[in-house]
């Protein structure tokens, strides 16, 4: 898997997560989570417009770090 990082398909498919969410079924919200020890999933996070929200744990991930979008954020930066 690693001959596919940093081509941008993480991006990609995250951003297409969100258009989903948004567009088809009319979220209010969407949270993303990454562990702390994750950088790069965390940088995904952010470059699709997410912001922090908390750190908690999560399944399996003691530190992990919680990221969020709402809707009318989210359509707003699409125009």
């Given at each position: 898997?690693?001959?596919k990082w940093g081509k941008g398909y ?70």
């Amino acid at each position: 898997f690693q001959s596919k990082w940093g081509k941008g398909y993480a991006t990609e498919s995250a951003q297409a997560s969100l258009d989903l969410g948004f567009r088809t079924f009319s979220l209010p919200y969407i949270v993303g989570r990454s562990a702390i020890a994750n950088p790069p999933s965390i940088r995904v996070l952010e470059k699709i417009g997410m912001t922090y929200w908390k750190h908690d744990g999560c399944k399996g991930i003691a530190e992990a770090v919680y990221y969020r979008i709402d809707r009318n954020t989210y359509l707003d930066t699409e125009k």
